[in-house]
């Protein structure tokens, strides 16, 4: 286990002098008519909680474009549902029926036991890995802030006012609630790798929307909370930043192999900035609408600029989205198998 020889784990590691990987974030999802046709019959939330099916809609996007990497199909939000908040995903996104609205609220959030309050994710990963025994799977979650905002919010926000409010207006109830879900994700990520994930990656969506003074406390210092919990295994382990120009050197010293970089910033001035770690990235979703000599133009003009091409993982800067064509997917997927 481990497949350390793989093009992508190699890559997390800087030391992948082969043809360059690629994977999609969100690769499993509606864009593809056989994920919609699966999601015909079950909701979002019956098809996160069946390993079969969690199985069968990871395996799509392989078995079209043989993408470097697999990940898990979950959310970022269901590790939230035993610690006692109520979610659903309706159309237009998430939304939580009893937000954190007072430092009673964080009381009442419950530790789990991620192994028997989670089983159906780990169920999951091990049935993937016995479906696709050669392909690197990436587990996830999201970061404290990215989950707070959520929490705290009730649903997805422009700049999630109230979840920035909430961190000033009660410091410690929110250091309460940040290092319970930082140790419940570290807990969940480890038992991921256990069950067989062979990389992690953590989301940080929604931490760009913070000052860089409360980035380093509430971003940075929780997601070097949650990689401790994992350093000691050998799985890569990825940091996904939405918005990560600004706080460039401050991501430089989290305690990871890999950032993802989101499609704001040229991925070489990423990769500039820091030295000794990996990047993903960082295609903007929409080019994938445009023509596909220029899907193919954007992602060669991504791969020119970098200066070191041993530890670049190809990827979009952020999900795919829902009506993406499926011949823009196989051109930037083509152009990069073919770079080298
Ligand atoms: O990447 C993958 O293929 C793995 C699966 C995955 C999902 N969500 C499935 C999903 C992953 C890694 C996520 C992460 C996630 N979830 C994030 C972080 C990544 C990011 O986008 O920044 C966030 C913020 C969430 C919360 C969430 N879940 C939102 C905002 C939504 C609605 C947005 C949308 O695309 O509809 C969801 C629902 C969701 N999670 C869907 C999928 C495939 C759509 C559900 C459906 O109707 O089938």
């Given at each position: 286990m481990g497949l350390t020889d793989s093009a992508f784990v190699r890559a997390c590691r800087g030391c992948n002098d082969g043809p360059i990987p690629v994977w999609i974030m969100?690769?499993?999802?509606?864009?593809l008519p056989e994920y919609r046709a699966v999601r015909e019959k079950v909701s979002f939330q019956e098809l996160c909680r069946s390993p079969e099916l969690i199985t069968e809609v990871v395996k799509h996007p392989i078995a079209r474009f043989d993408l470097d990497a697999a990940i898990l199909f979950s959310?970022?939000?269901?590790?939230l549902e035993p610690m006692g908040m109520q979610i659903d995903f309706p159309e237009g996104g998430p939304v939580l029926a009893n937000p954190i609205e007072s430092p009673a609220d964080v009381d009442r959030l419950r530790d789990i036991d991620v192994e028997k309050e989670l089983s159906f994710v780990l169920a999951g990963i091990r049935e993937i890995k016995r479906a696709l025994p050669d392909k690197p799977l990436i587990g996830f979650i999201g970061s404290p802030f990215t989950l707070a905002s959520y929490m705290v919010q009730g649903s997805g926000s422009k700049n999630f006012a109230r979840a920035k409010r909430f961190l000033h207006e009660y410091p410690e109830a929110s250091q309460k609630m940040f290092d319970l879900l930082a140790d419940i994700a570290g807990r969940y990520l480890r038992a991921q790798i256990e069950a067989g994930a062979d990389a992690v990656q953590v989301f940080e969506s929604w931490g760009g929307v913070l000052s860089r003074r409360d980035y380093i406390d509430w971003s940075v210092k929780p997601i070097n909370r949650i990689f401790g919990h994992v350093g000691d295994l050998q799985a890569p382990r990825i940091l996904f930043v939405n918005n990560v120009a600004p706080y460039l050197d401050i991501v430089?010293?989290?305690?990871?192999e890999v950032i993802g970089v989101d499609y704001l910033i040229e991925l070489a001035e990423a990769a500039r900035a820091l030295p000794g770690k990996s990047v993903q990235g960082n295609l903007d979703p929409s080019v994938l609408f445009g023509p596909a000599d220029n899907v193919r133009a954007e992602t060669k003009r991504i791969l020119d600029s970098l200066d070191n091409h041993n530890r670049v993982i190809f990827n979009l800067g952020h999900g795919i989205e829902p009506e993406t064509p499926i011949e823009s997917v196989q051109a930037m997927v083509d152009t990069v198998r073919a770079y080298r």
């Open positions: 969100r690769q499993a999802g509606r864009y959310d970022i939000l269901t590790m430089k010293e989290v305690d990871c």
